[in-house]
């Protein structure tokens, strides 16, 4: 059914891209190589993984579906530095995992016991804005010591893309001019959003060399960026906060 040889580092980036929002979800096996869908429990958060074979050191696999604990990989291989060697054979519940001289065998969860995988919705995000993922973290923590709530957006006036917080008597803004940035389209777009799920998805995004975001009015924002050197792909996707009058 499955083996593959892939990087740790590589491995565990994937992992990280999913335990930011969820602790279990269902991994999808092709012979294109790995996928997973899952939404946290609050229905607030949705996490869209690929993982293509060209990621892999080499990769051999069928069409199954599996169930995995995320945060019981991520406590397994958060030391781990190597190859890793990835083996599932044909109707087995354990995933055979070897690594430095150690050999892990991981019984999977029951993929009816996990959530079934969400639709992504389709929504009209006409803001979109091109920046490097260590700048757009860094925002996010100093934004997270004012506030536990961050309104992003786009003013077209001034060609700026913009992150505010507003605590009970202090207050931040940062803006990024268009030449901080890898692409931005000057419509306006604005919404809010709890800094608790940002700064999760920001210390995966931090690692990417650019994050598309993609913002409109009072709408959800959809965060697009590559993993693995390009051999895979996460998008999240974050409900906005409703502002009080």
Known sequence: MLKATIDA???????DA??????????????DG???????????????????KEAFDSFAGSTAEIGLDIQRLKNIFGMMSGILTIELPENANKLQVSVQGYRYSITL???NT?????????LELPGKIGIAGNDLNNAIKAAA??????????????????MVAE???DHIRREFAKDELKSLSPVEARSLFSIDYLKDMG?????????EIHLGIDHPVRFSFDIANGGGHVEYLLAPRIEAD
């Open 34 to 52: 790995f996928s997973a869908r899952a939404v946290d429990t609050a229905n607030v958060a949705m996490v869209s993984l690929e993982l293509r």
């Open 109 to 111: 969860l029951d993929t």
């Open 167 to 169: 605590g009970d008597s």
């Open 145 to 162: 010591i004012i506030s536990d709530k961050i309104a992003m957006g786009i003013d077209p006036a001034k060609s700026v893309f913009f």
């Open 114 to 122: 996990i959530r079934k995988e969400p639709n992504m919705p389709k």
């Open 9 to 15: 580092e590589v491995f565990k980036e994937s992992i």
């Open 203 to 211: 210390k995966v995004m931090s690692k990417a060399e650019n994050v």
């Open 18 to 31: 999913i335990s930011a929002l969820v602790t279990e979800c269902r991994l999808r096996i092709s012979e």
